[in-house]
């Protein structure tokens, strides 16, 4: 198979994913998150002025290992090989979900997310694992750094220069209430409950009144890599899993 040469890029390999439309698809690999953490993903999207920021579908909730993007069809049946190979090789781990941030920095919030604390180690070897096999596959990839995080909501595109500032302010309001209560009750292990601790959002939050933790540190385990397809459209990314493979038993 006749490849061309990959110039300077952000995804480490020499080969170009030259197909397009139907000979390529646009994948990423990630760990699937059980139902119970998309639910609270869901409560945490709450406090997130929709006027400043788009949520994602609990469907879009994930946690990237590895970004392909523009992916030739022929390669999949190698890549379900790859993710059998290093699943079957990684035995289970914990995770918790802790802290809530912004990327670039949360006074200019563009990608809202939530956290990983126990765990990351372990999915940052998975992730450095898998990134490894691609590159010997000569599958190409996104190098940017690996840094575990579950995407819950990005800035509306819309927005001009002043209402990105006014999103950071009050996200920036926000982190500060959920870390001046995780201060004031000794809770750095903790659910912090930001209704407990004054902090009311910008928006309606639809009468709901009950006590609301921003970032709960919910336990779940790591099992599953899943091969994702991702289209893009008007409304957003449609994910769809086209391949799961299982992490080590025991």
Known sequence: MEEKQRGKSSRNNP???DSTGKDALRLFVSLPLPEEVKQALLEVQQFLSPSFF???PKENFHLTLAFLGDTRVTYIPMLERILD???GATPLFPCELSGLGAFPHPWE???VWVGIDVGSREA???SDTLRARLQEAKVSFDTKPFRPHITIAYARKNLSRQE???AGGEFSKLLRHIGEEKHKMGLSKQT???????YKPQHDDGGRGEPFAAFPRLQFRAEEVALVKSVLRLEGAVHTPIHIARLQEG
Do not use: Y
């Open 109 to 111: 919030p563009r990608v």
């Open 164 to 166: 990105l500032r006014e």
């Open 85 to 87: 190979e290093t699943a």
């Open 15 to 17: 080969v170009e994913n």
């Open 54 to 56: 788009k949520p994602l």
């Open 124 to 126: 940052g070897i998975l």
């Open 192 to 198: 912090v409950s930001l209704d407990q601790s004054g």
